[in-house]
């Protein structure tokens, strides 16, 4: 079951109980190397990803395979279906945590801020999953997801499903309305997949 809603003011309280995962896979085929590690101002994209989560909490993880991200000195843990996509990504968060609720990030978004967090955060209590839509398309990162989805999303992992759009529309979910975070930050859904959207990025930082 699926709705739509808008965002309401953040609530720092509901912080608590609240795992980060940044889901940083390997090397891309499209842009030839890892995202996680492009160059980001004076750091690494996914260097700016973790300071922005070390603002609301200190419980911050990594899914990734790659020995390159040792150095951020991490817990790191490990898909564990191969070639599945996020959806692979999103069960080893729901496998590893401990707290209700896990706000999971993806590595090739570095325009992400605390507030946009916060505000997807304050509906925690209200669904199993909390991502976001505009009218073009659905965002599935940065999204909220409940530890108590990780016997049935594994189910349906081992039962072959791998798109993100049924993995969600099966659970409890609700899709707030982007324009809210994008009316206070016009990039914090752009993500990074190709050297031409790593260019546009790196343009748009200076404006």
Not at 63 to 89: M, W
Not at 158 to 172: A, D, R
Request: hydrophobic content about 35%; charged content about 15%.
């Amino acid at each position: 079951m699926t709705q739509n809603i808008v965002l309401k003011n953040d609530e720092p309280s509901l912080l608590d109980d609240v795992n980060f995962y940044i889901l940083a896979g390997g090397k891309s085929s499209r842009m030839g190397h890892a995202k996680a590690l492009l160059q980001w101002n004076e750091t690494t994209i996914i260097e700016n990803i973790i300071n922005v989560c070390q603002s609301l909490s200190n419980r911050i993880f990594l899914v990734s395979s790659l020995n390159e991200l040792d150095f951020l000195q991490l817990p790191i843990i490990q898909d564990h279906f191969a070639d599945f996509g996020p959806g692979a990504g999103i069960d080893a968060c729901l496998q590893h945590s401990h707290t209700s609720y896990n706000c999971i990030l993806s590595c090739d978004m570095p325009f992400i801020d605390t507030l946009g967090l916060q505000h997807l955060i304050s509906y925690k209590q209200e669904a199993d999953i909390i991502v976001s839509k505009d009218e073009e398309q659905n965002y599935y990162f940065p999204g909220m997801y409940a530890t108590t989805l990780k016997y049935s999303w594994r189910k349906m992992l081992l039962e072959g499903t791998k798109k993100m759009s049924h993995l969600i529309e099966n659970h409890s979910s609700i899709f707030a309305n982007s324009s809210t975070i994008v009316a206070n930050n016009p990039y914090f859904y752009q993500n990074i997949n190709t050297p031409k959207d790593y260019h546009n990025a790196s343009q748009w930082i200076k404006k």
